[in-house]
């Protein structure tokens, strides 16, 4: 028997990694987005804002059972002051006082519920009590109020200590001191000592000589 002519056996060329097939570039998309917004979503969670920091004293405030009304009610009139100041222009809030003071707080809530609502135990808290109701109200305006606020981060960066003040001042002085030594060189300040003996001699041999 005559073999059969048979040709030998050739494998494929493996398959090339690259370029990746079209799920593995979705995969890598997905991942890349979600993690730009975990970034994102940490970052804002730790951003300290004004409106963080006055919720986090108004619920201290409402909490202590050791303040009475009264003391509750300056804190918290004190602490939407504070607020106010701090996420708007100081020349829009230093001067109001009163009635307008109250009606300048319901411009974040488009309801006039300080001017005509629970708000007024702010203005008329001198003139009548103040009861627990009144309060808990109150505090829940100032909740909604604070969390109306624009959102103002607070800077980390710190101002200058007294100390460092006092470090830099010597520093000016000396930036001054060369002035302090621009004087005639005439002058004894700027001579030495074998220069005042030489003019002595020489005033006292010019004496002799016109003698």
């Given at each position: 028997m005559q073999p059969?002519?048979?040709r030998d056996i050739h494998l494929p060329e493996p398959v090339s990694w690259w370029p990746p097939a079209i799920g593995w570039w979705i995969?890598?998309?997905?991942?890349?987005?979600?993690?730009?917004?975990a970034i994102w979503l940490v970052r804002r969670r730790r951003r300290v804002t004004v409106a963080k920091l006055a919720l986090r004293e108004l619920n201290a405030l409402q909490t202590d059972s050791?303040?009475?009304?009264?003391?509750?009610?300056?804190r918290l009139s004190a602490l939407l002051r504070r607020a106010s100041l701090s996420a708007h222009?100081?020349?829009?809030?230093?001067?109001?006082?009163?009635?307008?003071?109250?009606e300048w707080l319901d411009g974040p809530l488009k309801t006039p519920r300080f001017s005509q609502g629970a708000g007024r135990a702010l203005l008329d808290a001198p003139y009548r009590p103040v009861g627990e109701a009144d309060m808990d109200s109150l505090v829940a305006l100032c909740r909604d109020w604070l969390k109306a606020l624009p959102e103002t981060v607070v800077s980390s960066r710190k101002k200058p200590t007294p100390t460092r003040e006092l470090v830099q001042k010597p520093t000016a002085r000396s930036d001054s001191a060369p002035a302090m030594l621009n004087v005639p060189p005439c002058t004894p300040a700027l001579l030495g000592t074998d220069s005042n003996r030489s003019r002595r001699f020489m005033h006292k041999l010019r004496s002799v000589l016109k003698s």
């Amino acid at each position: 028997m005559q073999p059969l002519p048979l040709r030998d056996i050739h494998l494929p060329e493996p398959v090339s990694w690259w370029p990746p097939a079209i799920g593995w570039w979705i995969v890598l998309a997905a991942t890349l987005l979600l993690t730009a917004a975990a970034i994102w979503l940490v970052r804002r969670r730790r951003r300290v804002t004004v409106a963080k920091l006055a919720l986090r004293e108004l619920n201290a405030l409402q909490t202590d059972s050791t303040l009475g009304m009264t003391e509750k009610l300056r804190r918290l009139s004190a602490l939407l002051r504070r607020a106010s100041l701090s996420a708007h222009p100081r020349e829009e809030v230093a001067g109001l006082t009163g009635e307008a003071w109250l009606e300048w707080l319901d411009g974040p809530l488009k309801t006039p519920r300080f001017s005509q609502g629970a708000g007024r135990a702010l203005l008329d808290a001198p003139y009548r009590p103040v009861g627990e109701a009144d309060m808990d109200s109150l505090v829940a305006l100032c909740r909604d109020w604070l969390k109306a606020l624009p959102e103002t981060v607070v800077s980390s960066r710190k101002k200058p200590t007294p100390t460092r003040e006092l470090v830099q001042k010597p520093t000016a002085r000396s930036d001054s001191a060369p002035a302090m030594l621009n004087v005639p060189p005439c002058t004894p300040a700027l001579l030495g000592t074998d220069s005042n003996r030489s003019r002595r001699f020489m005033h006292k041999l010019r004496s002799v000589l016109k003698s």
